[in-house]
């Protein structure tokens, strides 16, 4: 049987490593047949990840979206349902940061952070979740952060974004618990992707790397179905960074 994995964010860092991560593992196990709907702006990036992941057997279809758009919200869920009937999970991953001190912060900088990781994330998961309820099965996964639970000087707009998020994420177990769904909480620390824009070699010594991320939502995805890991912490083995 197929499972249908819709995944956000995809083309890049932590997104790209969970499309790798379903891959590799079904690679190893002919069981496990992941179909991955790949989504994220910039067609070019998941058009070749697809691409990477048919290479290594799995189904990948990339569907260009942008989640902080209802309209393409509705798309990307019609398309994907059209071609496949159904969603076995769900991966919030997009997110953005804009890190700067609090005072510099602009309303555009609060609007699009707000837009992609609180109104995109709940929209989204909004047009899914009916479609698990219904069927009474099902797994959504929430990339939060550390910064969903402490607070970092540079963070107060991705923070105050994150917090939103958890507090998504446990008013939705509420729903999820009734039917059978999992929902899983994401918070890694600081990994190295292109959010960071150019870290330096010293800064990236102190990071985790996507694939880090990755490996563990795998596992989480294939627990037996008795089974939720309802929250995964990952920290950088030396603590967060800016601490
Ligand atoms: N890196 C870290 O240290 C870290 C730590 C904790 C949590 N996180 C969280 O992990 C998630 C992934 O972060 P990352 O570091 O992998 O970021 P990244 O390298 O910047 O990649 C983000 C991905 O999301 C896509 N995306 C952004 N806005 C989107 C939108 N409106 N609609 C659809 N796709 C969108 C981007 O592609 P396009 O721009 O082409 O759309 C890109 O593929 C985020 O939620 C982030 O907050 C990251």
């Excluded at 997104?15 to 069981?31: E, Q």
Aim: charged share 25%; aromatic share 8%; net charge negative.
């Amino acid at each position: 049987m197929e499972d249908i994995i819709l995944l956000t964010g995809a083309g890049k860092g932590i997104g790209k490593a969970i499309a790798l991560g379903f891959s590799s593992k079904a690679k190893g196990d002919p069981s496990f047949n992941p179909v991955l709907v790949l989504c994220s702006r910039s067609y070019g990036d998941i058009a070749s990840l697809a691409e990477e992941c048919e290479a290594l057997g799995t189904k990948a279809v990339p569907v260009e979206a942008d989640i902080a758009r209802l309209d393409s919200i509705d798309r990307l869920v019609a398309k994907t349902l059209q071609e496949f009937g159904t969603v076995d999970c769900l991966i919030n991953n997009a997110g953005v940061g804009r890190f700067k001190s609090f005072t510099e912060l602009t309303e555009q900088d609060f609007d699009y952070t707000m837009s992609v990781n609180m109104k995109g994330t709940f929209f989204l998961t909004q047009k899914v979740f009916p479609v698990m309820e219904n069927r009474r099965s099902g797994h959504i996964f929430f990339i939060t952060s550390i910064a969903a639970e402490t607070a970092f000087k540079s963070s107060s707009v991705y923070s105050m974004s994150k917090f939103g998020q958890k507090g998504l994420v446990e008013a939705l177990r509420l729903y999820a618990k009734e039917c059978n769904v999992k929902i899983t909480n994401v918070m890694p620390g600081a990994v190295y992707t292109p959010m960071w824009g150019d870290a330096g070699e010293e800064l990236k010594e102190m990071m985790m790397m996507p694939e880090d991320i990755a490996g563990p939502i795998v596992d989480a995805y294939l627990q037996p179905s008795r089974t939720s890991v309802e929250e995964i912490v990952l920290r950088p083995v030396g603590g967060d960074i800016n601490s």
